[in-house]
């Protein structure tokens, strides 16, 4: 299998423009995450779809982020309009079923610089 | 709130020494704690996982860990570190609630 795929892997953007993270969960997986990790916070989880439809989305910073899964095989970040503060590497990961005790499978990663 | 705290940053271990990463939960019932290994550049990669049972869990690359209620813990161990162990490790929940990650320097 080809592991979870995100794309880009390095976004380098100017203040004020729309930044479109992507991800491609493992094949078979019902669940995806979203997660940003930085050194002053760690690593944070920001929304988490089971079956396409978002489950949770308290870890969302702020209505500049918005999130999308149209189908099973495809999910989207955006950010918009993005902020310095928003640089940081964004993590996808997928697993089975969004268990309690299940396995997530990362991705990746896109690093994101807002200049 | 339900959290995990790693309380090491940062530590350095010799090649061939043993290793013990602390990891220290807060939640009133048995939780569902994991490790997490991250090489640079890299996502992270799940090292093993503990729900109930025997509380000394096995995981992958010779690492095990031990759940201790007594004392709110769920340490990550391996007896002979290698160089390729050299990552960040990181300590999370059932909560998806993630440590801040303690870094692993291997010294040959």
């Known amino acids: 299998d080809a592991g979870v795929i995100q794309s880009p892997r390095h976004e380098v953007t100017e203040m004020g423009q729309e930044v479109t993270l992507r991800c491609k969960p493992i094949?078979?997986?019902?669940?995806l995450f979203w997660y940003r990790q930085t050194m002053m916070r760690g690593l944070e989880l920001l929304i988490y779809f089971n079956n396409n439809v978002p489950i949770d989305d308290s870890g969302m910073p702020e209505d500049r982020f918005s999130a999308k899964m149209p189908n099973a095989s495809f999910s989207t970040l955006k950010i918009q309009p993005s902020e310095p503060r928003d640089s940081a590497v964004y993590f996808c990961?997928?697993?089975?079923?969004?268990?309690?005790?299940?396995?997530?499978?990362f991705g990746p990663g896109t690093r994101l610089t807002v200049l | 709130a339900q959290s995990v705290t790693q309380p090491d940053i940062h530590i350095t271990v010799s090649e061939g020494a043993s290793l013990e990463l602390r990891c220290n939960y807060s939640y009133g019932a048995t939780p569902y704690l994991f490790w997490y290994v991250q090489s640079p550049g890299q996502g992270l990669q799940l090292l093993l996982k503990y729900f109930s049972g025997d509380t000394l869990v096995q995981g992958i690359k010779g690492f095990e860990a031990e759940f201790k209620r007594s004392q709110s813990s769920f340490n990550l161990r391996k007896p002979s570190v290698h160089w390729s162990d050299a990552a960040e490790y990181f300590c999370?929940?059932?909560?998806?609630?993630f440590g801040k990650g303690t870094l692993l320097t291997v010294n040959p």
């Open positions: 094949s078979g997986h019902n669940s």
């Open positions: 999370s929940n059932y909560k998806l609630t």
């Open positions: 990961a997928s697993s089975l079923t969004g268990g309690l005790g299940d396995t997530q499978y």
